[in-house]
């Protein structure tokens, strides 16, 4: 059985700082992309930062300079550091993991939600 948990959410002021943790279990961890979405309230789900098997990077514009993802393939888990906290990050963030190593499969986790606010 796959899963996706994510953990770290909370209530934080602009300017802050938050560690998102993502553990899976039940995959080949490093043949999977692995990604960070999040969605606000009224909005789409939108992609924040992905982290390929090889190691590559890749970040939303609004994100840049500020979030970095990271990876432990030993640990099965993927990590989004959030720094310079704004209010308008503040939305469910969830985790992905992606794959077409000989099949497509894609497993979302449950979410968990950042605030930022004062």
């Known amino acids: 059985q796959v899963q996706v948990v994510e953990s770290g959410g909370g209530l934080v002021q602009p300017g802050g700082s938050l560690r998102l943790s993502c553990t899976t279990s039940?995959?080949?961890?490093?043949?999977?992309?692995m990604a960070w979405y999040r969605q606000a309230p009224g909005k789409q789900r939108e992609l924040v930062a992905t982290?390929?098997?090889?190691?590559?990077?890749n970040y939303a514009e609004f994100v840049k300079g500020r979030f970095t993802i990271s990876r432990d393939n030993a640990e099965n888990s993927v990590y989004l550091q959030m720094n310079s906290l704004k209010p308008e990050d503040t939305a469910v963030y969830y985790c992905n993991a992606k794959t077409t190593v000989t099949m497509f499969r894609n497993y979302w986790g449950q979410g968990t939600q950042v605030t930022v606010s004062s």
């Open positions: 039940g995959i080949t961890f490093s043949i999977y992309t």
């Open positions: 982290m390929s098997s090889h190691g590559s990077r």
